[in-house]
């Protein structure tokens, strides 16, 4: 559970990518419909109120991004705010369900947190700049929609020591140019080989942007995890200290 | 007055013709949430075709299979995941790019061991992602690829073996080259329209010399023939510009199918099995000059059986004198060739063997039954039991809840299984039925019997399952008849009027009113019985081949109409359909003599209608003679007549079943060698059903009555089945054009039933995915909701909102899953959390309100709830299960905002004031303060006892117990007690600025 949720929040904010014209007409329109590239530059963090719909069980959970990848994921479970995932740029960590004490995540997995720290508002913003590449695949179907499959290649992680491509694939609606979903080759752990996918919708408009107020996250072709988000903040403020270690 | 007629026909010709053009609803963009569910089984798996490793990483395996697509092993077998479920699932060849074997992969399709049940390619495709994305660059005609090899030092030169048609002449066959990466082609070694390459190799050392065994040999659906004058072994210098046969030191007279393998460590040698006339010159023949002379080493049982299935030679890579030959158990020799030894024990017919790149002791092999694998050099072999392969011929249901389903597979004989199980469908939930190829399985629709056969009923058993008797009750040949011919997949059929009758095909039709104890012959032999179609003993060419898989003019398909026990359609594979009405008295010919449809084309099935007695559908499958056209009639005058309803131009792959749907007559599911098809408007307009839905063969096709549930026994990715397919029933035109339709639903039944998972083994074993038995939420959506805000709420009879779900928002089907519970309660703040606050509560059985709302517009169904009957709970009963569940349930919130004030109260006091004391001793009786979640857990408190015993009563099928009644009283009396004492000390604290949300804001946050 732990470990869905941390991939599906960093998923969530590490949207968007893609090169050749046609990928960056795709991904302008994008920046435009959804309130211009102006204002999405402008952006220093987001927190997001939410919930997890999981058969019955309604878990409330607080998502916070913050421009250069300070990142924060709080679960809360009767009355009490768990932070599940935290990462202040340089250390990623989260509580320990068990002995409800902080533990820091695995060096590789900090260090693959790390090359996303410029992937703040999401992964397209700036994206040549970055060293990143997008490609137009074609148009496919899906959700019953027309859309353009773009894949994205950021810079290799390291998973298990050996160097693994980071490739996303983004489904962006040929009417308004939104993505509507999300795939990735899962490159680790025992679901290895298979396909996260996330999809997206409800997009509404919070201070002139628009944002996926409802997605599911799963794997393709398998029942898929609901997140309803309640509320979104912008820029909010958030005290450095809340994302740092609790040493001690 | 004749003309004017003829002109008003025209007109109205014409304009019906436009309207039918009109109608057609292409579901394409509909199918929205219905997906497919795979249950495997994979505990047998299913034939394996090509084997293939990655040249650096020993943990990268490939796995080309027969009939269910490309899989990819991570872990060196630990566990697999399909890379190509898009594509053409009949597999010849894999082979990674060796410059850049993580992006390059070329699949090449059509599985190249060429026995009767064999699928077909469409040609060859590449990936330049690692399997993300692929592209089909040629050969759409090919059928079959046997090889692709990727010049080591050049990755834009590429060799293609293309093995071609079996069943046909094709110009597509021979060795193909590409110098641009397979942007062309060119072909470079052709013999003629019915030899094809088998076998092709590459000297690592220099990539200029080629070897490529061609191959002459024919299928047909009664014969087949290995070998030929044109059969030969080839060499190339000049990287495919010319070529020469090698044939020093080989057999005299025509040859059959050869393998050929370079040794890699020194590639000198090379070692070719031979498939010849006379058997003391078959066998195993090795080069050591480059293939320029030979020397015949060996011809032992498992080197020359059966070469049509087993032409493989694989040499260590390390070590030249290592050589496995595949086989029927396989062997493997260390001296060079000279002698083998068998494989160790693992599924029967081998077909690949793999070594591993750094250590020849670790071994793969690709069988008739998955992928084994040996860390001891093949002594000791192991299945890997996450590839759900199996390749059924036939499926059947029965009427269990959940319902089981019923199968027999290729070289794996016959099965059954739960179509669901708690906690997924695994390997042990299958039963054998059966042992040998299996085919037909049926369940007695009244007893615990079950029928089940082998190939060309050599036996069929009648297996009585609690008594665990088994007795074999096939007919067998009668004075005054003649031989009786059975085919490999014989018929059976179980009369729906009357439960003991049986019936089972030959050339004529038997009939059983006693469950196969005694049989009847009811027909003359419906079959053309065509002599020349008869001749199977001289089948199998240069290598002898009687297996019976070739057993022809039999009958092949019955059905008894569900609607009158005395009609009774019979297909027959040389194209006959004969029917009775008076219950086989006297039988008619009714066989198609629509132009477009060749003669003697095989009858693959016939599904008599649910509506209309006269309505029949037939589906034809030309397969055998290298026709892929698809063909389905129907007729709805007893066969006088029959219309085409396919467009050949929909449909791709020919066919072999139909299925009629029960409620709406115009809605039609077609099984074909690519996939499952379905209209909704009789055969206007086909659409492939694709979510989770490979292009895999589908041979046969149910639908289960009660839960209209669509179940289909592929041949490659075991049994796959498609949830209600009832909201099909209710697209039509008028559906497409509103804002939202809500779909009709049957009650639901809020299911009690639960089990022990007993999870173990689940990490690397596949799992079949069951059904879900939440309430579904149905509907319809015109487009994609993908701006503004949707919600979905489930209101109670009184209109009060009691939960929300998250709505679907795909075009077309929508559906939307609800547990029957309302959100889990809310629980007090401890320093712990309770395990028992995390139990969701049931409603009341019931009628309740679904509102959708959708930017200005709602939305409103109903849902009907009814109560599990299995418990046998009263009305009474369940009321008052549920009244002390919400009690406990309430109390529970009650509870957590008792907490939450005193929590409130306490952080407003000054440290040293007297009541804070009291409060934080109130406190620590009524949550945990102390601790952890693990063992380093304290005593638990009030709250721990509250929502434990909420949990309980909520989560369990029963009323309370007296232990839970009385427990319920101890806790109601403590918390009332507490609440006592809260208020007490309440009135001894004065705090000036005090401001607290509600009880209902509280509960709302």
New interface residues.
């Given amino acids: 559970m732990k470990k869905s949720i941390q991939f599906l929040i960093i998923l969530l904010f590490f949207a968007l990518n893609s090169y050749s014209q046609s990928v960056d007409e795709i991904i302008e329109n994008y920046y435009e419909n959804t309130g211009g590239i102006d204002k999405w530059k402008e952006l220093k963090g987001v927190k997001m109120l939410a919930k997890l719909?999981q058969?019955?069980?309604?878990i409330p959970i607080e998502l916070i991004q913050m421009k250069g990848g300070k990142s924060m994921q709080i679960i809360n479970?009767?009355?009490?705010s768990i932070k599940a995932q935290v990462f202040d740029g340089e250390v990623s960590w989260g509580i320990n369900?068990?002995?409800?004490q902080p533990e820091k995540s695995d060096q590789e997995t900090t260090d693959n947190l790390k090359l996303e720290n410029n992937d703040f508002p999401d992964s397209f913003m700036d994206y040549k700049s970055k060293g990143y590449s997008a490609e137009l695949?074609g148009k496919e179907?899906f959700?019953?929609?027309e859309t353009f499959k773009i894949?994205l290649t950021k810079e290799p992680k390291t998973i298990d020591g050996k160097k693994e491509?980071d490739?996303t694939?983004y489904f962006f609606?040929t009417e308004?140019y939104?993505p509507?979903a999300i795939q990735t080759?899962i490159t680790q752990g025992?679901s290895?080989?298979?396909t996260m996918e996330i999809?997206?919708?409800?997009?509404?408009e919070v201070e002139g942007l628009?944002f996926p107020?409802?997605q599911?996250q799963g794997i393709k072709?398998?029942?898929s995890l609901?997140l309803?988000i309640d509320s979104i903040e912008l820029n909010p403020i958030i005290d450095e200290n809340e994302f740092k270690f609790p040493e001690n | 007055m004749n003309k004017y007629f003829i002109l008003i026909l025209l007109i109205i010709f014409s304009q019906f013709s436009f309207t039918q053009e009109k109608t057609k609803i292409d579901l394409?963009?509909?199918?929205?949430d219905m997906?497919a569910r795979h249950i495997g089984p994979a505990l047998m798996s299913g034939r394996i075709n090509d084997l293939e490793n990655h040249p650096s990483n020993p943990r990268i395996i490939y796995a080309g299979t027969a009939g269910g697509g490309v899989w990819?092993s991570?872990?060196a077998g630990t566990?697999f995941?399909p890379?190509f479920d898009e594509y053409c699932q009949s597999i010849g060849a894999v082979s990674l790019d060796p410059n850049n074997p993580?992006k390059i992969i070329y699949v090449g399709t059509g599985e190249t061991w060429t026995r009767n049940s064999v699928s077909i390619g469409d040609g060859l495709y590449k990936s330049t992602?690692?399997g993300?994305?692929w592209e089909k660059i040629g050969f759409e005609k090919s059928e079959r690829i046997s090889n692709i090899i990727i010049n080591p030092s050049n990755s834009n030169e590429i060799y293609v073996g293309v093995l071609g048609a079996l069943w046909s002449d094709s110009k597509e066959r021979g060795v193909y080259k590409s110098i641009d990466g397979g942007v062309s082609w060119k072909k470079i070694l052709y013999v003629n329209e019915s030899t094809g390459c088998a076998d092709l190799a590459i000297d690592p050392e220099n990539p200029l010399v080629l070897y490529a065994s061609m191959w002459e040999h024919r299928r047909t659906a009664w014969s087949f023939e290995s070998g030929g004058k044109n059969s030969a072994l080839y060499k190339s210098n000049d990287g495919g510009q010319s070529w020469k046969k090698i044939h020093k030191g080989f057999p005299k007279g025509n040859l059959g199918r050869l393998a050929i393998s370079v040794a890699p460590s020194k590639t000198n040698i090379l070692y070719t099995v031979i498939e010849a006339e006379k058997d003391s010159e078959k066998g195993l023949y090795r080069s050591e000059d480059h293939g320029e002379s030979w020397n015949q080493l060996n011809n032992d049982f498992e080197i020359t059986v059966r070469p049509f299935y087993f032409s493989k030679i694989v040499v260590d890579p390390k070590d030249h004198d290592v050589v496995v030959k595949a086989g029927l158990y396989g062997s493997i020799s260390r001296d060079g060739g000279k002698t083998f030894k068998n494989l160790g024990n693992m599924h029967a017919d081998i077909h690949d063997i793999l070594f591993d790149i750094f250590d020849s002791d670790r071994m793969y092999f690709g069988t008739d039954g998955g992928v084994y694998r040996s860390w001891n050099g093949g002594v000791t072999c192991e299945i890997t039991e996450n590839l759900p392969l199996s390749q059924f011929y036939h499926i059947s249901v029965d009427d269990e809840e959940p319902y089981n389903v019923y199968g027999g597979l290729q070289d794996n004989g016959s099965w059954y299984g739960p179509s669901s199980a708690i906690g997924g469908v695994r390997a042990r939930h299958w039963k054998s039925i059966g042992p040998g190829d299996g085919f037909r399985v049926l369940k007695h629709p009244k007893k615990n019997i079950i029928y089940s056969e082998m190939q060309g009923a050599e036996n069929v058993w009648r297996f009585d399952v609690d008594k665990s008797l088994i007795k074999t009750i096939e007919p067998l040949p009668e004075i005054g008849y003649p031989k009786l011919r059975f085919n490999w997949n014989t018929p059976m059929e179980i009369s729906s009027f009357y439960p003991d009758r049986f019936y089972i095909g030959s050339q004529f039709l038997h009939k059983s009113e006693d469950m196969g104890d005694t049989w009847e012959i009811i027909s003359p032999d419906l079959t053309t019985n065509d002599p020349r179609k008869q001749m199977q003993e001289d089948s199998g060419g240069l290598s002898a081949d009687n297996s019976g898989a070739e057993n022809h003019t039999t009958i092949f398909t019955i059905d008894e109409s569900p609607l009158d026990p005395k009609i009774i359609w019979i297909g027959t594979d040389d194209g006959n359909i004969q029917l009775s009405r008076d219950g086989g008295k006297k039988w008619r010919d009714v066989t198609p003599k629509n132009k477009n449809l060749p003669k003697n084309t095989w009858v693959y099935h016939i599904e008599a209608s649910y509506h209309n007695p006269g309505v029949a559908y037939a589906v034809f499958d030309g397969h055998t003679s290298g026709d892929m056209t698809p063909y389905a009639y129907k007729t709805d005058d007893y066969g006088k007549t029959w219309k085409n309803i396919i467009d050949k131009n929909e449909v791709t792959g020919f066919v072999r079943n139909i299925q009629e749907d029960y409620v709406n007559p115009n809605l039609l599911f077609l099984g074909t060698e690519f996939g499952l098809y379905i209209t909704v408007d009789g055969g206007n307009k086909w659409t492939r059903f694709t979510?989770?839905m490979p292009p895999v063969a589908v041979h046969f096709i149910d639908l289960q009555k009660k839960t209209n549930d669509l179940v289909m026994g592929t041949h490659g990715r075991g049994v796959i089945i498609i949830d209600d397919i009832s909201p099909l029933r209710e697209i039509e035109l008028t559906t497409l054009n509103k804002k939202l339709h809500f779909f009709q639903g049957k009650k639901t039944v809020m299911a009690d039933k639960s089990d022990f998972v007993g999870s173990f083994g689940g990490?690397t074993r596949f799992v079949g995915?069951s059904s879900?038995s939440s309430a579904k939420i149905k509907y319809f959506l015109p487009?994609?909701?993908?701006?503004?805000?949707?919600t979905l709420e489930i209101q109670d009879s009184q209109g009060k909102i009691i939960?929300s779900?998250?709505p679907g928002?795909?075009?077309?089907i929508n559906i939307v899953d609800w547990?029957f519970?309302?959100?889990?309660p809310?629980?007090?703040?401890?320093?712990?959390?309770?395990r028992g606050?995390?139990t969701?509560p049931r409603v009341k059985e019931g009628t309740y309100n679904v509102i959708i709302k959708k930017g200005r517009d709602i939305f409103e169904n109903k849902i009907e709830l009814v109560y599990d009957s299995i418990t046998g709970l009263s009305k009474i009963e369940r009321e008052k299960k549920h009244a002390i569940t919400m009690k406990l349930y309430d109390m529970t919130q009650e509870l957590?905002y008792l907490v939450?004030e005193l929590d409130l109260i306490i952080s407003k006091l000054p440290p040293k004031s007297k009541v804070l004391k009291s409060l934080q001793e109130l406190k620590e009786t009524l949550v945990i303060t102390k601790g952890?979640?693990?063992v380093?857990s304290v005593e638990s408190q009030l709250r721990e006892k509250m929502a434990d015993l909420y949990s309980k009563v909520a989560e369990s099928w029963d009323v309370p117990s007296n232990s839970e009644l009385n427990n319920y009283e101890v806790i109601k009396k403590r918390f009332k007690q507490a609440k006592k004492t809260f208020e007490k000390l309440k009135s001894k604290v004065s705090i000036k600025d005090f401001s607290i949300d509600s009880y209902e804001k509280f509960l709302s946050k």
């Fill in positions: 719909n058969q019955g069980m309604e479970f009767q009355g009490q369900m068990m002995s409800q695949i179907t959700d019953g929609t894949k491509d490739i694939f609606d308004n939104v509507i080759m025992p290895k080989g298979m999809t997206m919708s409800d997009y509404q628009y107020f409802s599911t072709d398998q029942p609901p309803i | 394409k963009y509909f199918f929205g997906r990819k991570n872990d566990t995941n890379i993580d992602d690692g993300n994305n979510n989770n990490e995915e879900s487009k994609r909701h993908t701006f503004g805000k949707m939960t779900l998250n928002k795909s075009k077309g547990g519970t309302i959100r889990q809310k629980v007090a703040k401890g320093k712990t959390l309770s606050g995390f969701s957590a939450y952890d979640n693990y380093g």
